[in-house]
Nanobody
Framework: QPQLVESGGGLVQPGGSLNISCTVT????????IGWFRQAPGREREAVLC????????TYTDSVKGRFTVSRDTAKNNVHLEMNSLKPEDTAVYYC?????????????????WGRGTQVTVSS
């Protein structure tokens, strides 16, 4: 059974940076798209960025454009989300998910596998 495990969350001050990771087992990044999602208290879960099995990435949340980037290490089978210039409104539980395409994962929200999430808190 494939598993996705997020790590690296924590407390960071506004304007700071944080890198979180998604370690994937049981499936290959060459076969699956990985999406990063977040859910803030009282809000719906939203797609942040996706990276396809070909390594193409796309941002789906306008507020993180220019601040968040996604990368992957196919040898280690993990995906990283680099977050810079963090704002209090970035506070959320961040999840990674795996599915067949950018469209299904980040547009249709039809991922096959999900991690349990990691908390990111931006506060002074």
């Amino acid at each position: 059974q494939p598993q996705l495990v997020e790590s690296g969350g924590g407390l960071v001050q506004p304007g700071g940076s944080l890198n979180i990771s998604c370690t994937v087992t049981g499936l290959s990044l060459n076969d699956y798209t990985i999406g990063w999602f977040r859910q803030a208290p009282g809000r719906e879960r939203e797609a942040v960025l996706c990276i396809s099995r070909d390594g193409y990435s796309k941002t789906y949340t306008d507020s993180v454009k220019g601040r968040f980037t996604v990368s992957r290490d196919t040898a280690k089978n993990n995906v990283h989300l680099e977050m810079n210039s963090l704002k209090p409104e970035d506070t959320a539980v961040y999840y990674c998910a795996a599915g067949l395409s950018l469209y299904f994962v980040c547009v249709q929200n039809q991922s096959d596998y999900w991690g349990r999430g990691t908390q990111v808190t931006v506060s002074s």
